[in-house]
């Protein structure tokens, strides 16, 4: 007889360790009642709330409960103790698509059929406004039927996080499955980012290697944002075309998820999967309460006494984290702007380094907010000044993102919200710019000052 492993809230039996990362383990686990197997995640809820990814937790539960579909890996329930929280999920027993792929390259039939699953599923995704932004063969695994599933939402957003000009902002993913407007930190479409990876991951799959590959980042980034790739002479003539249209480095120009729907290539034995309808109303205001809810026994939590209820104690301000993406970006000589703007020069931000500490980089902006009769906001890793005095274009208004590059090393990245380009530069060259000083170690492009 197999021996018993240890029982998880009197309902699931823990089996073998899956995989673990920084914050969390997954384990095969075997609901007691029903004997279904399951995969349970199982995440540290103080190293969350210290790292400030708690908002990206709840996007997580919050996206893996709106996508409902077949060729995704499914969120059963999410349960919580004072130090743990526990997602079970559907447990996928053939693996990775990677370990497939490591292989070699997969017959045609095979790769079109997987592609089509994820181009299914991924298209499902959008229409409920999530995009997953980390598409690649490690997040794609296959069932005991050979069916593809989508998982690891971790990196996903939200059509909530669009801001006004409806694009997103947060540069992530992994660099050879990345699309080129994501490299360019200027903003992107997730569907159309989406869209590019896969492209990739298609390509992978004909091929048995990558359409972009080089050992030096900066090289690898040149290639594709040129689009710089070629098939193999085994890739049949319409799969070409189709990767073509795909891995169009413009996304304006690149092919949507419903002309790929359409593709005579694409199109070949291909089987619409019906999909649940969408949760509604209560039903998604449900769903978010639930998110919430597996934070409300938080350490140190603060009881309020109205309703009775749990609330978790307020974060202080968390900088963004710079990953090789942002890092690279900011070389000399790979500013890729100018392949997605039509006017370079029309750019109302500065950008400079600072050795000091996060709560001295915010207390100092805080101190010129109250010089300068500004008002001061911070929300996350962003500070938000705005001027009292109405200008020629309405109000000034400034955001300063505070991006961590090392625990010792910070990059501040300053922008024009709204209000007129002239002033902005003025108040910037004679009031912040000295004001700031004491704190910067040096401006973007100019030679280190003394601290």
């Known amino acids: 007889m197999d021996k018993k492993g240890p029982i998880l809230m009197k309902r699931y039996e823990l089996g073998r360790l899956l995989g673990q990362g920084t914050f969390a383990k997954v384990y095969h686990a075997r609901n007691l009642k029903s004997g279904q197997s399951v995969a349970i995640k199982i995440i540290d809820k103080e190293k969350v709330l210290k790292s400030g990814l708690i908002d990206q937790i709840k996007r997580e539960i919050s996206v893996m409960r709106l996508v409902r579909h077949p060729n995704i890996v499914q969120l059963y329930e999410v349960m919580a103790s004072r130090t743990k929280i526990y997602f079970v ?11 497939m792929v490591v ?24 229409s409920r406004g999530v995009y997953h932004r980390d598409l690649k063969p490690e997040n794609l695994l296959l069932d005991e039927n050979g069916d593809l599933k989508i998982t690891d939402f971790g990196l996903s957003a939200l059509a909530e996080s669009k801001r006004h000009d409806g694009l997103l902002y947060t540069t992530c993913g992994t660099p050879a499955y990345v699309a080129p407007e994501v490299i ?34 900066m090289e690898l980034y040149r290639k594709i944002t040129k689009g ?31 002309k790929i729907m ?4 694409f199109r070949k034995g291909y089987k ?12 998604r205001c449900t769903l978010l309460k639930d998110v919430q809810a597996a934070f409300d026994s938080a350490t140190d939590s603060e ?43 029309h750019r109302h931000e500065s950008r400079f380094t600072t050795t000091k500490s996060a709560s001295v980089i915010v207390s100092k902006f805080e101190q010129i907010a109250m010089t300068e009769s500004f008002s001061f906001k911070k929300k996350d890793g962003t500070l938000m000044l705005e001027g009292s005095r109405e200008g020629r274009k309405g109000m000034l208004a400034i955001d300063a993102e505070i991006c961590e590059v090392t625990p010792s090393f910070y990059v501040v990245e300053m922008k024009k919200k709204s209000g007129d380009s002239f002033e902005y530069k003025e108040f910037c060259d004679h009031e912040l710019k000295p004001s700031l000083k004491d704190i910067v170690w040096a401006w973007q492009g100019s030679e280190q000052q003394e601290m």
């Open 89 to 99: 999920m559907e447990f996928v027993k053939g693996g990775e698509l990677f370990n």
């Open 103 to 126: 292989k070699g390259r997969l017959k045609e039939d095979v790769a079109r059929k997987y592609i089509q699953q994820l181009i299914g599923a991924v298209d499902f995704c959008h």
């Open 184 to 217: 360019n930190k200027r903003g992107y479409d997730g569907r159309k980012a989406d869209i590019w990876s896969c492209g990739v991951i298609l390509f992978v799959l004909l091929a048995g290697f990558l359409p972009f590959h080089d050992q030096n980042l």
């Open 228 to 258: 710089d790739f070629r098939c193999p002479n085994w890739f049949h003539p319409e799969a070409k075309k189709l990767l073509s249209r795909i891995l169009e480095p413009n996304p304006s120009s690149r092919i949507s998820i419903a």
């Open 262 to 265: 359409r593709n005579c290539w």
């Open 272 to 283: 619409q999967i019906e999909t649940p309808p969408s949760p509604q109303g209560q039903a």
């Open 303 to 345: 009881s309020n006494s109205q309703d009775n209820v749990m609330v978790a104690p307020r974060s202080p301000l968390r900088p963004t984290c710079y990953n090789a993406f942002d890092i690279i970006s900011l070389s000399k000589g790979f500013d890729l702007s100018g392949l997605f703007e039509k006017d370079k020069n």
